[in-house]
């Protein structure tokens, strides 16, 4: 890899935001899917692990573009449940290269601070990609840098059946009321547990699904759909992206308060 894939800012610096954009109201938790690498490739005749590989350059840019700009927290789509239907070339191929880019980049992720973590059922990958995410896991657990979160053999249904098995298990041990399961026991069991909720949901390549990805986690997330393929996508597609959520009023279910103070009973 050329690049270190983290920032090279201070941490506990301000950032220091594109004009135009608020840094007040910058989202805190950003999650990608990274959609495209396959028709990027083959919009220049190249086959699609050249996509792929130029999409590991394109998570650099946006990993230290988000930390730079001060965003909390990265998660990003890498590889889902349903990836292992593709042809084993690719599989394979995108195994290595994550092995890879993991093994060239840990010490610098460590230098600049970020936190790396892997949501997904990790335990069906290759035994080496294993050790390494156990590696990056407990090496950065402790940094203060933007959290860089990895699905990886992720599947959102997958998740919330997974939980569902811990809560029961509790339960059938005697450790937990069925009657005390709120959303906030649910979501402790969940990857995220440890993470605010994403505010801006980027999807690139102009599809407009969700892919079982963060099902129980987007619920209220904004929704970005960047028409950039993800190898292409770059700090004006981020740009444009963050400009989008700024100019969104969340109201989460209720209403505006300029609306609510206007309500006559
Ligand atoms: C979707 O594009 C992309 C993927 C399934 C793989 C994404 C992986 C990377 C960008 C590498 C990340 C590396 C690390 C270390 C986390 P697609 O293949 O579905 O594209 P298409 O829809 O155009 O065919």
Not at 63 to 80: K, M, P
Not at 168 to 193: H, K, Q
Request: some cysteine; glycine content about 6%; proline content about 5%.
């Amino acid at each position: 890899m050329s690049r270190p894939l983290a920032t090279k800012s201070d941490h506990s610096k301000i950032c220091e935001c594109p004009p135009g954009l608020d840094p007040r109201k910058m989202p805190a938790h950003i999650a990608v899917i990274m959609d495209g690498n396959g028709r990027w490739a083959k919009a220049r005749g190249l086959p699609r692990i050249m996509g792929h590989r130029a999409g590991v350059e394109a998570l650099k840019r946006t990993l230290r573009l988000c930390s730079d700009w001060g965003i909390r927290a990265l998660t990003v789509y890498a590889f889902s449940t349903e990836n292992w239907s593709r042809p084993s070339d690719e599989v394979n191929f995108l195994m290595a290269l994550f092995e890879r880019v993991l093994q060239s980049e840990l010490a610098q992720l460590q230098r600049e601070k970020v936190r790396m973590n892997f949501f997904g059922d990790l335990h069906v990958l290759p035994k080496r990609l294993q050790d390494l995410i156990s590696e990056s896991i407990s090496l950065t657990e402790r940094n203060s840098g933007i959290h860089f979160n990895v699905c990886t053999n992720y599947g959102g249904r997958r998740e919330l059946v997974r939980v569902a098995q811990k809560l029961a298990e509790r339960s059938s041990r005697g450790e937990l009321d069925p009657a005390l399961i709120d959303e906030n026991v649910f979501a402790a069991e969940l990857f995220t547990a440890s993470e605010v909720d994403p505010d801006l949901l980027i999807r690139t390549s102009g599809e407009r699904r969700i892919s079982n990805f963060l099902l129980w986690q987007l619920a209220y997330s904004e929704i970005h759909i960047s028409d950039v393929l993800w190898p292409d996508f770059d700090s004006s597609a981020l740009v444009k992206a963050l400009l989008d959520f700024q100019s969104r009023c969340r109201r989460f279910g209720g209403l505006d308060p300029v609306d609510s103070d206007q309500m006559a009973f």
